[in-house]
């Protein structure tokens, strides 16, 4: 039947295809009957929508249906106008929430009509019609739809300075992304890639973010309803900082600032001297650089990890204050600071966790990050913050760091629990944290599923079948029909033997001179299980077969392992046959991906085997074809990387995969 505004009704079809959505709507009823839209159509902003959200919007769907069916429409305003989408507000409804209604009303001319409860509502039911658009086209299916979050703050942090920092197109694309699936806060973690003024000792060579980048990026993210949030290091995790003549005085160890460069003592040893008379100046100033490029009054001081903290300086300068009371103290003047100008601090909280007595004297105006990424986490630590009526958000993690294929499970493990003890003990929001660590090996386009899951738990915690959010992972990500390819990329992640963080451990237990370095070797005896002391006594090479013994038994599945590493490259390429244009770009990090993690676990049995840890003999032709495969392995990975990423420190990766081909070559262990 023809419509007077130009939509048909369809007949039903013979089968109701399934409708991937992320997050799932919480009250969704489909109804008989599908609508096709016009081929020239109309989207029509009631006269309460703001108009720079309605223009908003109505591109970001204009653009959608372009993108999905070819079609191009038109935009307006009023009640004079007929359109086909409808956007509007509705006081009946409350903050975040939206209705929308994809109907055919025979009383009435057909239409997809969507109402927020506030603009942000209107916003999120917008995307929700994206969705659909994305995966029917131009034949939308009967329904309403009534949803809101159960997290009113959803957020995504993401590291661009542990060694790879993002193009700005990059971003751009990330934050579209975002948008797409509902987050409204993401949060740039910063230690030294920002090109602050009068830090160029410690920002040359990185590839840093500009001033003026930030400030357009903080615009664009404004349009699509996200809150750029600043996030820097201004305690520890000063690593790159405290190496450089101009500031090393301001670390507990100055006098280790001309050690051989670490990716394990970067995440060690970093921390500033707050007994330092300059101490609080400099972090200040940090906070002073940063904040004004952003409209947000929220601003994350960090405070996470000050492992050295009354170890070194600060208790050589004669203090009698016990860390607690100085990592209190310190804390105390950076929120001072921030409220003095009208602004909200928020700070990581596992220091505080660890010495509870500092959660008392820490100010109440202010937001604890409770970052927790073990995926069997428990609520303990999420109840005691709540216990002392501070305003938290629960932090879990994409895991995907130190590792070029993300551990999927790990992260739907980590993510929907903690996301559950998020609600209830009165968690205010909830963050996904998207680290990089060691040099960032992980390629940033491995954290879809964790987003995706993220996504899914902040906004229904509740909502916890993971096969249905797999299979809708699937659909609306990688655009695959098979329900093949995600199973594939969890087989491929979980088949690791001789991980990238396996090694940098091995290969920075020499100091650089030749002899053990005594740090890595106290970090892994003391934190990987297996791993067996070492007397005062001992090289780097004895330490090296030491953390070789530890894997042993991943490194005798080195066959095994690669049988199933091999079995989901194919299994993915069979998947990606039938998916979109832009998930088959995906798809050649994560082939790429399973093709250079087959040659770490190759190149842990080599090593295993010459330090008779596995049984055999070093075999120097396949060592050379080995060298000669990580070699052109990595030029196509840095091709990959340039396309996301700016040059960075991907050095430093180079210079450990060229390091270990170089070994192979000699024929030597150490």
């Given at each position: 039947m023809s419509l007077d505004n130009g939509i048909d009704a369809v007949a039903d079809p013979p089968r109701e295809p399934p409708l991937a959505l992320i997050p799932r709507p919480i009250h969704m009823q489909r109804d008989r009957g599908q609508l096709l839209l016009p081929v020239v159509?109309?989207?029509?902003?009631?006269?309460?929508?703001?108009?720079?959200?309605?223009?908003?919007?109505?591109?970001?769907l204009i653009d959608t249906i372009q993108q999905a069916t070819g079609m191009v429409w038109d935009h307006s305003r009023g009640q004079a106008w007929n359109g086909t989408i409808g956007l509007d507000l509705d006081q009946k409804l409350g903050p975040q929430e939206y209705l929308l209604r994809i109907a055919d009303q025979r009383d009435r001319r057909p239409i997809v009509d969507i109402r927020g409860g506030d603009g942000q509502g209107l916003r999120l039911g917008v995307q929700t019609l994206r969705q659909i658009v994305m995966q029917c086209g131009p034949v939308l299916p009967a329904l309403r739809i009534q949803d809101r979050p159960a997290y009113p703050t959803r957020i995504y942090s993401l590291d661009v300075t542990r060694g790879r920092v993002p193009t700005m197109d990059w971003l751009l694309h990330w934050a579209d992304i975002l948008a797409l699936y509902k987050f409204n806060q993401l949060q740039l973690y910063i230690e030294h890639t920002m090109a602050f003024p009068g830090m160029s000792e410690a920002w040359r060579g990185t590839s840093p973010l500009k001033p003026g980048q930030i400030t357009d990026f903080d615009d664009y993210c404004a349009r699509l309803g996200i809150e750029l949030v600043p996030s820097i290091s201004t305690f520890g995790h000063h690593y790159t900082n405290l190496r450089t003549r101009g500031f090393r005085d301001l670390g507990e160890f100055p006098e280790q600032a001309d050690r051989p460069y670490s990716f394990i003592e970067r995440q060690e040893h970093h921390t500033i001297n707050v007994n330092h008379p300059q101490a609080l100046d400099f972090s200040t100033e940090l906070i002073d650089a940063y904040a004004p490029l952003m409209r947000t009054r929220n601003f994350n001081i960090g405070g996470d990890e000050t492992f050295d903290l009354g170890k070194g300086r600060s208790r050589q300068d004669g203090s009698s204050k016990e860390p607690a009371d100085m990592y209190a103290d310190y804390m105390i003047g950076l929120c001072d600071h921030l409220h003095a100008q009208g602004r909200h601090p928020m700070f990581w909280c596992d220091v505080a966790v660890s010495m509870p007595r500092v959660l008392d004297r820490l100010p109440k105006d202010c937001t604890l990050l409770n970052w927790l990424y073990d995926p069997q986490v428990g609520p303990e630590k999420v109840a005691l913050v709540a216990s002392t009526g501070a305003r938290q958000i629960v932090c879990s993690a994409v895991h995907a760091w130190n590792l070029l294929l993300p551990r999927i499970d790990d992260a739907w493990n980590n993510i929907s629990r903690l996301s559950r003890y998020g609600i209830q003990y009165g968690a205010v929001g909830a963050m996904v944290t998207d680290w990089g660590d060691y040099g960032h090996i992980n390629d940033p386009r491995m954290s879809l599923p964790g987003m995706a899951y993220a996504a899914q738990c902040f906004w229904n915690p509740n909502d916890d079948n993971r096969d249905r959010v797999d299979r809708d992972l699937g659909l609306l990500i990688?655009?695959?029909?098979?329900?093949?390819?995600?199973p594939a990329l969890i087989q491929a992640g979980s088949s690791s033997v001789f991980g990238w963080d396996d090694m940098v451990r091995y290969w920075e237990l020499d100091d650089g001179h030749g002899g053990l370095n005594q740090d890595v070797a106290h970090f892994l005896v003391s934190t990987l299980p297996g791993m067996p002391g070492l007397d005062s006594s001992a090289d780097a090479c004895e330490a090296r077969r030491s953390l070789l013994m530890a894997l042993r038994i991943r490194l005798e599945q080195v066959?095994?392992?690669?049988?199933?590493?091999?079995?989901?490259?194919?299994?993915?390429?069979?998947?990606?046959?039938?998916?979109?244009?832009?998930?088959?770009?995906?798809?050649?990090?994560?082939?790429?991906?399973?093709?250079?993690?087959?040659?770490f676990n190759a190149l842990g049995r080599s090593l295993a085997v010459r330090h008779n840890v596995?049984?055999?003999?070093?075999?120097?032709?396949?060592?050379?074809?080995?060298?000669d495969a990580l070699e052109i392995w990595f030029e196509s990975y840095a091709k990959l990387w340039r396309q996301v990423s700016r040059e960075s420190e991907l050095g430093r990766i180079a210079s450990i995969v060229w390091g270990f081909a170089d070994m192979l070559r000699r024929g030597t262990n150490c």
């Open positions: 159509g109309r989207i029509v902003c009631g006269a309460a929508v703001d108009k720079e959200l309605g223009s908003v919007l109505s591109d970001q990688y655009g695959d029909a098979t329900g093949d390819y995600l066959d095994q392992r690669d049988a199933l590493l091999l079995d989901a490259a194919v299994r993915m390429g069979r998947a990606a046959v039938g998916c979109r244009s832009d998930a088959r770009r995906t798809l050649q990090a994560q082939l790429m991906a399973v093709h250079g993690q087959r040659l596995l049984p055999g003999a070093p075999d120097a032709r396949a060592d050379r074809d080995l060298a």
